[in-house]
C-alpha cells in the first residue's frame, strides 16, 4: 500500500508540474500588455514599458517560469498586477468561500442522488423510476443561471424565506452564513443530482444481477443485510469516481453562481484576473483547483481501494483469488481505478 501511495503522490506532482507550465505558458500567450490593462488607454508608450519592466514582463519566459515555479516552492504565489499586493491571500479567501459552498452542495446531493439512484434501482421499470430518472435528467440540463434565478425570485423576492446574495459579511456567524449559502447550493444539488442518481442507479442494478447477490440471497441473508454488505458497496464505485470529478466544477467553475449570488470565490476569481490580464492571479488560481482535483482524486482512489478488494489486492501487488463477479462491476471500477 505504501509503494501504491508513493506512486500515486509522484503521478500527482507530474500531473500538477505539466499543469503549471500549461497553465504559465496560456497566461502568457494570452492577448493584451499587463501594462496597459493596468494604467489604461491614454497611458503614454514609454509609461507603458516602463510598468512592464517593473512587473518583469518583459524578462525572458523561461525566467519568468523558472522565478514563478521557484516562488511556489517557497509559498509565493507571486504578486498581483492590479492590487500590487502579493496573490496568496486572495486566493486562499476565495477557495475558502469556494469550499464552503461546495461542501454544503455536497452534503446535500450527495445523500440525495444515492439514495434516489438506489431506490430507482430497486424499483426499475416502475413509477419511482422514471420519476426519479426524469427529474434528474431535467434538473441536469436546466443552467445555473435559470434555477439560481428562479430560486431568487421564488424564495428571495416573492417569499422573503432566505438572503439572494451568498456573502453575509465580515464577522458573520456559521449559522448566518449557512442561511445566506442556501439559495446558491441549491442550483448546484440540481445540476448533480441527475448525475449521481443515474450512475447509483446504474452501479446498483448491476450489482443487483450479479451472482454474488444471488448467493447472498439464496443462503437466507435478510433483505437489508444483501443491500448494504453487498450491493452497495460494489455499486458505489464509479459513483464516487464521479464525484470526485465533480470537484473541480464545484470549486472553479462556479463563475455564473458566484456573479449572480455576488460571492467571492475562486470562480469568480480566475474570471476577474483573466479580464484584467493579471497573471498571476490568474496562475495561481488555477493551480489551486488543479491541486484540489488532484486530491480529490486521490482520496477517491484510496476509497475505492478500501471498498473494493479485488482493487486492494492489486493495489498491493497481489493477486486475489479467482472468484466469480459482476462484469459490468468490475469494469467500472477498473476505470475509475485508472
Given at each position: 500500500?505504501?509503494?501504491?501511495?508513493?506512486?500515486?503522490?509522484?503521478?500527482?506532482?507530474?500531473?500538477?508540474?505539466?499543469?503549471?507550465?500549461?497553465?504559465?505558458?496560456a497566461?502568457?500567450?494570452?492577448?493584451g500588455?499587463?501594462?496597459r490593462?493596468?494604467?489604461?488607454?491614454?497611458?503614454?508608450?514609454?509609461?507603458?514599458?516602463?510598468?512592464?519592466?517593473?512587473?518583469g514582463?518583459?524578462?525572458?519566459?523561461?525566467?519568468?517560469?523558472?522565478s514563478w515555479?521557484?516562488?511556489?516552492?517557497?509559498?509565493?504565489?507571486?504578486?498581483?498586477?492590479?492590487?500590487r499586493?502579493?496573490?496568496?491571500?486572495?486566493?486562499?479567501?476565495?477557495?475558502?468561500?469556494?469550499?464552503?459552498?461546495?461542501?454544503l452542495?455536497?452534503?446535500?446531493?450527495?445523500p440525495?442522488?444515492?439514495?434516489?439512484?438506489?431506490?430507482?434501482?430497486?424499483?426499475?421499470?416502475?413509477?419511482?423510476?422514471?420519476?426519479?430518472?426524469?427529474?434528474?435528467?431535467?434538473?441536469?440540463?436546466?443552467?445555473?443561471?435559470?434555477?439560481?434565478?428562479?430560486v431568487?425570485?421564488?424564495?428571495g423576492?416573492?417569499?422573503?424565506?432566505?438572503?439572494?446574495?451568498?456573502?453575509?459579511?465580515?464577522?458573520?456567524?456559521?449559522g448566518?452564513?449557512?442561511?445566506?449559502?442556501?439559495?446558491?447550493?441549491?442550483?448546484?444539488?440540481?445540476?448533480?443530482?441527475g448525475?449521481?442518481?443515474?450512475?447509483?442507479?446504474a452501479?446498483?442494478?448491476?450489482?443487483?444481477?450479479?451472482?454474488?447477490t444471488r448467493?447472498?440471497?439464496?443462503?437466507?441473508?435478510?433483505?437489508?443485510?444483501?443491500?448494504?454488505r453487498h450491493?452497495?458497496?460494489?455499486?458505489?464505485?464509479?459513483?464516487?469516481?464521479?464525484?470526485?470529478?465533480?470537484?473541480?466544477?464545484?470549486?472553479?467553475?462556479?463563475?455564473?453562481v458566484?456573479?449572480l449570488?455576488n460571492y467571492?470565490?475562486?470562480?469568480?476569481?480566475?474570471?476577474?484576473?483573466?479580464?484584467?490580464k493579471?497573471?498571476?492571479?490568474?496562475?495561481?488560481?488555477?493551480?489551486?483547483v488543479?491541486?484540489v482535483?488532484?486530491?480529490?482524486?486521490?482520496?477517491?482512489?484510496?476509497?475505492?481501494?478500501?471498498?473494493?478488494?479485488?482493487?486492494?489486492a492489486?493495489?498491493?501487488?497481489?493477486?486475489?483469488?479467482?472468484?466469480?463477479?459482476?462484469?459490468?462491476a468490475?469494469?467500472?471500477t477498473?476505470?475509475?481505478?485508472?
Amino acid at each position: 500500500m505504501a509503494t501504491f501511495l508513493v506512486r500515486r503522490l509522484l503521478l500527482m506532482l507530474l500531473t500538477l508540474f505539466l499543469l503549471s507550465l500549461i497553465v504559465f505558458l496560456a497566461g502568457q500567450v494570452l492577448p493584451g500588455d499587463p501594462g496597459r490593462a493596468i494604467l489604461g488607454n491614454l497611458a503614454s508608450q514609454s509609461a507603458v514599458q516602463n510598468l512592464d519592466h517593473q512587473l518583469g514582463v518583459d524578462r525572458p519566459l523561461i525566467a519568468r517560469y523558472l522565478s514563478w515555479l521557484g516562488g511556489l516552492f517557497h509559498g509565493d504565489m507571486g504578486t498581483s498586477y492590479s492590487y500590487r499586493s502579493p496573490v496568496a491571500p486572495f486566493v486562499w479567501s476565495a477557495l475558502i468561500n469556494s469550499l464552503k459552498l461546495a461542501a454544503l452542495a455536497f452534503v446535500v446531493v450527495v445523500p440525495l442522488g444515492i439514495a434516489g439512484g438506489v431506490a430507482a434501482a430497486l424499483r426499475a421499470g416502475r413509477l419511482t423510476d422514471r420519476v426519479i430518472s426524469i427529474t434528474g435528467l431535467s434538473l441536469a440540463t436546466v443552467p445555473e443561471f435559470v434555477s439560481g434565478i428562479v430560486v431568487i425570485v421564488l424564495f428571495g423576492v416573492t417569499w422573503k424565506l432566505l438572503p439572494v446574495s451568498a456573502s453575509a459579511g465580515a464577522g458573520a456567524s456559521p449559522g448566518q452564513q449557512f442561511r445566506h449559502l442556501i439559495l446558491p447550493a441549491i442550483p448546484l444539488v440540481f445540476v448533480l443530482f441527475g448525475y449521481i442518481a443515474r450512475m447509483a442507479r446504474a452501479g446498483t442494478i448491476d450489482a443487483l444481477a450479479a451472482d454474488y447477490t444471488r448467493t447472498a440471497v439464496l443462503k437466507g441473508l435478510p433483505a437489508r443485510t444483501v443491500l448494504l454488505r453487498h450491493v452497495l458497496r460494489n455499486s458505489l464505485l464509479p459513483t464516487i469516481t464521479v464525484i470526485a470529478t465533480q470537484s473541480g466544477y464545484l470549486i472553479g467553475g462556479l463563475v455564473v453562481v458566484e456573479t449572480l449570488f455576488n460571492y467571492q470565490g475562486i470562480g469568480g476569481l480566475i474570471y476577474k484576473a483573466a479580464q484584467a490580464k493579471d497573471f498571476p492571479m490568474l496562475e495561481a488560481g488555477v493551480l489551486t483547483v488543479g491541486v484540489v482535483y488532484a486530491l480529490a482524486t486521490l482520496a477517491a482512489d484510496l476509497l475505492l481501494i478500501a471498498l473494493s478488494p479485488r482493487l486492494r489486492a492489486e493495489a498491493i501487488g497481489e493477486r486475489p483469488a479467482r472468484r466469480r463477479a459482476a462484469p459490468a462491476a468490475d469494469a467500472t471500477t477498473s476505470g475509475a481505478s485508472a
